[in-house]
Each structure stands twice: as C-alpha cells, then as structure tokens.
C-alpha cells in the first residue's frame, strides 16, 4: 500500500480539491484527510480516507489515463450499490456521488469502509479454522442466491441493461474488447470464440449479474460475508454466469490457479460439486450446463487481463513498481486455454 504524507496525496487523488469537496458533501467527515491507495486492484482505483476523527471512507475513481469507451462509470456502479443496498445483501452504504471532472480529473465516489477479511489468497486463510471455511463457503452461495432473488426493477436498476440475450451481449461486448485490447494474436481465443458462439445454450430467466463474484471481491468476518465489493462489470441477464465465473475462482486444493490468487487452494472449504448442490438447492435452477458457462467465463477473463495487461505497458495504471507485468500475459494464455480445454470435454 502506498500512503500519502499531508499535502502529498498517491496518484489519481487531487488533494485539496477533493478534500474540499468531502468536507462540502460528506456528511460527519471532518478534515484534514489522509488518502492511502488500497493495493490489489488492477481496473478502478480504490483508496482508504481518512479524516481527523480517524473515520474511514473509500473512494473509489477510474484508472489513470485512456480507458475503452463505456468502461469504468462511476455514476453506474454507484447506482448499482446504492440500489443492492436497499435489500439484505451485504455492500457498503453509498456517502456520494461526484461527476464533475474539474475536482478530481475524472468522476468519483464515496462509500463507507467495511471492517473485516479481503482473502485474496491462501496465506490469508491460514489463520482461519475449518468450520469459519466452511461457513463462508455456504454464505459465499447464499449471498449469490440473494442477488440472483432481487428483481431489479423494485431497487431501481430495472433500466441497468438487457434482460435478454446475455450471452450474446458479453460474447459481443468482450469480443470487441479483445480485439481493441489484444497485444498479439493468440489462436487460442480465436477457437474458443467460434465454440462459445456454436454452443451457446439458450437464456432461461433473468436477474442480476455481479460479474465479479468471488472471494477476492468480498470482506468477510465471523464466518460471514459482510460487503460484496467491485460492482463494474454488474449488469442484467443470465445468473449462471456469476456461477460460472465463481467455480472457476473457487479452485480446489491441488489445481492451478486461473487467476492471481484463489485462497480455496488452502483447503477446508467446501468442494466445487458442494457449492453447486447448494445453489441448486437455493434456487431452483438446473446447473448442469456449468461447463459452459465456466468456459465463457475463463473467455471473458482473458480478454479482461488482457485489457490489464495492455493499461500497465502503456502506463494507463500509475506506477507499476512490484508488478509482475509479463505475468499477466501469461496469465491470458492460462485462461484461453483452460477455456478451450473445457468446451472440448463438453
């Protein structure tokens, strides 16, 4: 973590300005502020306030630099909270909204910081006993079964996308990410394109999609899942997406690893096959077609890392100083062909 000294703010904060603005628009917030980049991000830029009664706020704001059209809207993701907010599910309170770019070079806003666990990885479970893996393995699917149970339209977000077609959407959407992103030609994503676009199964229902969802993403404390955090890919359409995406990150003890971290190669947690039971069992829904939906995730995420990767060697994402840069090319090349692998099996 990067933290600034008074009058010195990290990269990506105005600090007089935006100081200016929380002391104008959030509520109880006394300065002087302190802003700390919180690490672990690769997308939008995620910071810990502090005031001078030593409350804390995030904030949260695009990356540095040129980003692909569309991507990273604050107002959108601040929509998306505020409205999940208004049910049971587990998020931060949204403080505020700012959309004018002459405070902080680009748009922004602030939520309250939620005290608990981020397991981004396996060493930050070690602390943690077998029956806490074990319950937040079955709130991890009950926090899921919630945001797939909410109907938009009742907490304002009924106009947040598409109902229909959900596949189709993304496939469009991360196919021209991909080619506007892409470093190289990579046969891999190719093939696996074709086969996601000839095997596509048909849309049964519609909810909300977290797009994100998996532990890395979540504050956790007690055996419970306390805030379900990073909102920018949410949208409306096919809730085996979300499940999908959440067996490929919820990796077995013994498997690679798709991504940067999976802390469930630690052991303890429940098994994959278990995690399915109890959607299953929560929903309703038929999840048989998971394969799929697994393969089109690992798609989506390489187009994803490969739009991370293309942001950090163009200096899009500030310093880049610890960064395994060339890891995340690597790191593309895992996700396509671990993708192909399963619609082959299919």
């Excluded at 306030?49 to 995030?58: A, G, I, L, N, P």
């Excluded at 899009?316 to 090319?329: H, N, S, T």
Aim: with cysteine; hydrophobic share 40%; aromatic share 8%.
């Amino acid at each position: 973590m990067s933290q600034s000294a008074p009058g010195s703010p990290p990269e990506g904060i105005a600090g007089e300005k935006v100081s200016a603005w929380f002391d104008a628009h959030i509520s109880g917030a006394s300065g002087p502020y302190e802003f700390e980049l919180i690490a672990g991000g690769h997308s939008n830029l995620t910071y810990r306030v502090t005031d001078s009664r030593d409350q804390e706020f995030v904030l949260r704001r695009p990356p540095l630099g040129h980003v692909l059209a569309t991507a990273h809207d604050m107002a959108r993701e601040h929509k998306i909270i505020a409205g999940v907010g208004l049910t049971d599910m587990p998020v931060p309170r949204t403080l505020g909204l700012c959309e004018d770019v002459e405070v902080n070079d680009a748009p922004f806003y602030v939520m309250d910081y939620v005290v608990g666990d981020v397991l981004h990885t396996d060493e930050e479970v070690d602390g943690l006993s077998s029956e806490h893996r074990m319950a937040v393995s079955r709130h991890v699917v009950e926090v899921l079964a919630q945001l797939h149970a909410i109907e938009p339209a009742e907490v304002g977000l009924g106009d947040l996308g598409k109902r229909e077609d959900y596949l189709a959407r993304q496939f469009r959407r991360w196919t021209k990410q991909w080619e506007a992103s892409k470093t190289r030609e990579l046969p891999e994503m190719d093939e696996t394109q074709a086969l996601l676009a000839s095997e596509m199964p048909e849309q049964i229902g519609a909810s909300i999609v977290h797009g994100d969802y998996r532990l890395g993403n979540m504050i956790s404390g007690e055996g419970r899942i306390l805030a379900v955090l990073d909102w920018e890919l949410c949208t409306l359409g096919d809730r085996m997406a979300d499940v999908g995406y959440l067996m490929n990150n919820w990796v077995q003890p013994g498997e690679p690893v798709p991504s940067t971290s999976a802390p469930t190669v630690a052991g303890g947690f429940a098994s994959r096959e278990q995690m399915l039971e109890w959607y299953a069992a929560d929903t309703g829904l038929d999840v048989s077609a998971v394969d799929y939906y697994r393969a089109f995730s690992y798609w989506r995420l390489a187009a994803i890392v490969e739009g991370v990767y293309n942001r950090y060697i163009n200096g899009a994402m500030g310093a880049a100083e610890g960064v395994d840069i060339p890891g995340f090319k690597t790191q593309v090349e895992f996700l396509a062909d671990s993708a192909l692998a399963l619609l082959k099996e299919a």
